[in-house]
């Protein structure tokens, strides 16, 4: 089991920035995706951002522009950094990571929908946007 601990989740206004970290083991090498998640009440899943092992990075519309993924191996840690953040960005963000060949390929695939298929999860932080 890979632990994903996420945190810097909370309550902030609309147009806002925030930004959430998750840190990762520093045994984890090879190929891999990491990504965020999100999941509103009533809605699916979605991915928000993912990078892969080479730093190649993938984000829906949705976020396009307002969030960036980052990842500082020296410090073993996933960042997700959003700005002007809106009412419906308000979620659970989740840390998740993929190993093996065909990570970039799920990095590639996986932003704006779900994938039940990403080896590893965090628990969540919650982020709460306020109008």
């Known amino acids: 089991q890979v632990p994903l601990a996420e945190s810097g989740g909370g309550s902030v206004q609309t147009g806002g920035p925030l930004t959430l970290s998750c840190v990762v083991p520093?045994?984890?090498?090879?190929?891999?995706?990491m990504a965020w998640f999100r999941q509103s009440p009533g809605k699916e899943r979605e991915g928000v951002g993912t990078?892969?092992?080479?730093?190649?990075?993938h984000y829906p519309d949705s976020v396009k522009g307002r969030f960036t993924i980052s990842k500082d191996n020296a410090k073993n840690t996933l960042y997700l950094q959003m700005n002007s953040l809106k009412p419906e960005d308000t979620a659970m963000y989740y840390c998740?990571?993929?190993?093996?060949?065909?990570?970039?390929?799920?990095?590639?695939?996986?932003?704006?929908?779900?994938?039940?298929?990403?080896?590893?999860w965090g628990k969540g932080t919650l982020v709460t946007i306020s109008s």
């Open positions: 998740a990571a993929d190993f093996g060949e065909f990570a970039s390929i799920i990095c590639g695939t996986v932003v704006g929908q779900d994938y039940y298929g990403m080896d590893y």
């Open positions: 520093s045994y984890i090498y090879g190929d891999y995706c």
């Open positions: 990078i892969d092992n080479l730093g190649n990075t």
